[in-house]
T-cell receptor, first 115, second 110 residues
Framework: SAVISQKPSRDICQRGTSLTIQCQVDSQVTMMFWYRQQPGQSLTLIATANQGSEATYESGFVIDKFPISRPNLTFSTLTVSNMSPEDSSIYLC????????????FGPGTRLTVT | KNEVEQSPQNLTAQEGEFITINCSYSVGISALHWLQQHPGGGIVSLFMLSSGKKKHGRLIATINIQEKHSSLHITASHPRDSAVYICAVHSGGSNYKLTFGKGTLLTVNP
């Protein structure tokens, strides 16, 4: 299994500002993913973070709003830019493809409130 | 219509009761996950299965590929089992993307 930590665990931010969320894994992983969970909703994939290349974004999510870095096989960041109250969500990092195809492990999440 | 449907949406039980949460999906899958999300937001992977049945402690997960249906059972439920239980599926190929159900909120009262 993989142990994932995220920073910060929660934050309250003002609209128009940006927040960078960090995801650290205790082992090298092939696939890292960023999800958003809006209040009362299911998880939605934002993007797949690719090591050494640009992230692959899902429909409805763009790099200018959610820039992602993946400098190595154990770390990634997601930035939520120019925030509005609609960005208030839990943001989760997950990893997969370690030892067994299709296994995924999730981080503890970052609870973001935008005022 | 969602590709992954869970039922019930909300479930309240008394401590000790046997609990079943159902998941139906409409696409061909390579694997199905049962996840547990506590109020703090973090998610724990309970099971990943592609056939048959798995058991871990008081939790049992089954899947019927032909019927496109999976169930999560909790025996001798306890208040600490109170959480949101989420079903998620992999549609296969080299794409590791998961499609999630909306979750079932379980409350177990003492």
């Amino acid at each position: 299994s993989a142990v994932i930590s995220q920073k910060p665990s929660r934050d309250i931010c003002q609209r128009g500002t940006s927040l960078t969320i960090q995801c650290q894994v205790d082992s090298q992983v092939t696939m890292m993913f960023w999800y958003r969970q809006q209040p009362g909703q299911s998880l939605t994939l934002i993007a797949t973070a690719n090591q050494g290349s640009e992230a692959t974004y899902e429909s409805g999510f763009v790099i200018d709003k959610f820039p992602i870095s993946r400098p190595n096989l154990t770390f990634s960041t997601l930035t939520v830019s120019n925030m509005s109250p609609e960005d208030s969500s839990i943001y989760l990092c997950s990893v997969g493809g370690t030892y067994i195809t299709y296994e995924q492990y999730f981080g503890p999440g970052t609870r973001l409130t935008v005022t | 219509k969602n590709e992954v449907e869970q039922s019930p949406q909300n479930l309240t039980a008394q401590e000790g009761e046997f609990i079943t949460i159902n998941c139906s999906y409409s696409v061909g899958i390579s694997a199905l996950h049962w996840l547990q999300q506590h109020p703090g937001g973090g998610i724990v992977s309970l099971f990943m299965l592609s056939s048959g049945k798995k058991k871990h402690g008081r939790l049992i997960a089954t899947i019927n590929i032909q019927e496109k249906h999976s169930s999560l059972h909790i025996t001798a439920s306890h208040p600490r089992d109170s959480a949101v239980y989420i079903c998620a599926v992999h549609s296969g190929g080299s794409n590791y993307k998961l499609t999630f159900g909306k979750g079932t909120l379980l409350t177990v009262n003492p």
